[in-house]
């Protein structure tokens, strides 16, 4: 494995970490259990959910080119920084 895969593997593993940090705090704010302890379909709830939060983000991104500063929001931009790296290493 090169050291640019190293790092591409890496970089996705704290894309998925901060996944989960997401799912976690829009669990809490829904008060809903921790998403480690949610059936499978009440999971699969959550991640439609955050996917959706996430692509919203993303479009007022492009749109306005700012999105309010919350909590959610300060981690979905957290998690498309890395998102972006895991992009540019791919390109080089």
Known sequence: MSDV???IDALERKL???TREIEALVAAEQN???PNAMESSDYARLQSYVEEL???WQEAKVRSGDNPETPVNRLIAEREEIAEQIVALQVR
């Open 5 to 7: 895969e190293k790092e």
């Open 32 to 34: 809903l259990s921790k």
């Open 54 to 56: 996430i692509y919203r």
């Open 16 to 18: 998925v970490a901060k």
